[in-house]
């Protein structure tokens, strides 16, 4: 092992005592050995960084040079004979239904009617004054004779 020098001059040696005299050793000790830890870790990362691309080179280097060849497996095909669909077998229901008793009303009540009865038409001036009434105000633009609903906060002048 290396002797453990430090460049202090002799003058400093004497002021302190002893156990600061091995305290300095042992911090010396402490900086090689950081510095040393340091040197390794250099040494380690350069390695790596030359190493790697090195190594894919020559990995492509070898696939290059020997490239291996790829086997073409030939398709097996079986000759699979079609047959015909059947047609469908025609099954006659032995019980014959007469009568499906239902609830009383159900048409009446799952018809759709042509007529909408609850729905009330409103004029320009009526829809106007009931969303004025709603207070959410708006106002209405014929275009082309065709009414367009326009709404405050949906105008924004820029």
């Known amino acids: 092992m290396r002797e453990l020098r430090d460049n202090f001059d002799e003058a400093s040696n004497v002021?302190?005592?002893?156990?600061?005299?091995?305290?300095?050793?042992?911090?010396?000790?402490l900086a090689q050995a950081a510095g040393k830890r340091r040197r390794i870790r250099r040494h380690v990362v350069r390695g790596v960084v030359i190493g790697c691309p090195l190594l894919l080179l020559a990995l492509a280097a070898y696939l290059l040079?020997?490239?291996?060849?790829?086997?073409?497996?030939?398709?097996?095909?079986?000759?699979?004979t079609h047959v015909a669909p059947t047609p469908a077998q025609v099954v006659t229901s032995v019980i014959p239904i007469?009568?499906?008793q239902?609830?009383?009303?159900?048409?009446?009540?799952?018809?759709?009617?042509?007529?909408?009865?609850?729905?009330?038409?409103?004029n320009d001036a009526q829809l106007l004054q009931q969303l004025a009434d709603s207070g959410k105000a708006g106002g209405l633009v014929y275009v082309d004779n065709t009414p367009m609903l326009i709404m405050p906060d949906e105008l924004s002048l820029h």
Do not use: C, F
């Open 98 to 100: 007469i009568h499906i």
């Open 65 to 80: 040079m020997y490239p291996r060849p790829i086997e073409v497996k030939p398709v097996i095909v079986k000759d699979v």
């Open 15 to 29: 002021m302190l005592s002893s156990d600061g005299l091995k305290r300095r050793g042992e911090i010396l000790q």
């Open 102 to 122: 239902t609830e009383a009303g159900i048409s009446a009540r799952l018809a759709v009617h042509p007529q909408m009865t609850n729905v009330q038409w409103l």
